[in-house]
């Protein structure tokens, strides 16, 4: 009787957990994107230049096929933004709208719990029991650490494979994954994917910076005109710094977001003082938007290099250490 009721117990709190999270779901289903679907990071040439200048400065330490994909890795960078087709969204907006959140995180509306949640559904959870509507705060601190994660399986797996044809296979699977997961770190890096003032300044705004108008979003002139006008790989690919191993990729990654968040106002600030676009002139945009893009660089070639380094298997310990 005790073993019955015991099992009856256990099957509620399963029930009851099953619901939180399908509750969590559509309520994120329900709230879905609020930001025009055509906001995009950085645009394909900036999101290109991001891809190659972390392909172009990987260690020659790494797997010789992943250090010969610089072109694969960077064409590969601007594919989620390629699956928010305008064309496809006019026949059915399931991927846009589902994964539009997948881009950004604004980091003024995460409450404090929410930082410290295991993954992107712990966190909807957060975020509805603060009242705040998840899909418009954004995921792209766990599309990083997801897709991270999902690479190092994928090292882990080519390590241990000693089929030719299979390892070619995982190969293909590491190169694709690896470009997408730059995508995500490439958007991050831009200040307005970390902000409510995501394409124009919101709420009050006392000293004067842009606004949002159709005919002049400050987003599409920065990530788009600018960076296509003033923008090429030799202005990104020197200021990428020394691959280094990331100890902590979590923390990191939130640490990341935060670096990034930290310069949206100096992003208004130089647009108040030209603004961005294919005509501007100043020097001072120009060291911005590469130190950027270069930051987004580092921060995707890290944590590729991470992946491979930490997919080796653990050291066995010796007799000697063991007793």
């Not at 124009?200 to 599409?220: C, D, L, M, Q, V």
């Not at 691959?243 to 100096?266: D, G, H, M």
């Amino acid at each position: 009787m005790k073993q019955e009721m015991k099992q009856i117990k256990q099957m509620k709190e399963m029930t009851n957990r099953i619901a939180r999270i399908l509750l969590c779901l559509l309520a994120s289903a329900a709230l879905l994107a609020t930001r025009p679907s055509d906001v995009n990071g950085w645009g394909a040439h900036g999101h290109e230049l991001s891809g190659r200048a972390a392909a172009m400065n990987f260690p020659a330490e790494a797997p010789k096929f992943f250090r010969k994909a610089v072109n694969q890795l960077g064409y590969l960078n601007p594919e989620p933004d390629r699956w928010r087709s305008r064309e496809e969204s006019n026949l059915d907006k399931a991927l846009d709208s589902a994964y539009a959140p997948d881009h950004f995180l604004d980091m003024e509306l995460v409450p404090p719990a929410a930082f410290n949640a295991v993954n992107r559904y712990e966190f909807t959870a957060e975020m509805i029991k603060a009242g705040q509507k998840p899909t418009t705060a954004g995921f792209v601190p766990f599309s990083i650490l997801e897709m991270f994660q999902r690479l190092r399986i994928e090292f882990r797996l080519w390590r241990a494979e000693k089929d030719s044809n299979k390892r070619k296979w995982i190969e293909q699977r590491i190169i694709n994954d690896a470009g997408i997961l730059g995508h995500y770190v490439s958007d991050a890096a831009n200040p307005h994917h970390t902000t409510i003032h995501y394409n124009g300044w919101s709420g009050a705004n006392p000293k004067g910076y842009t606004t949002y108008t159709r005919e002049n979003g400050i987003h599409y002139r920065f990530e788009e005109l600018y960076v296509q006008s003033h923008i090429q790989i030799n202005d990104v690919a020197p200021l990428v710094g020394a691959p280094r191993v990331i100890e902590k990729p979590r923390e990191e990654i939130w640490n990341y977001l935060r670096s990034s968040n930290a310069l949206v106002e100096q992003l208004y600030i130089l647009d108040k003082q030209e603004p961005f676009g294919d005509k501007t002139t100043s020097p001072e945009h120009k060291k911005f938007v590469s130190a950027r893009l270069a930051a987004g660089a580092q921060m995707l070639r890290d944590l590729w290099w991470t992946a491979w380094v930490t997919s080796a298997p653990a050291p066995v310990a010796t007799t000697a250490e063991t007793k």
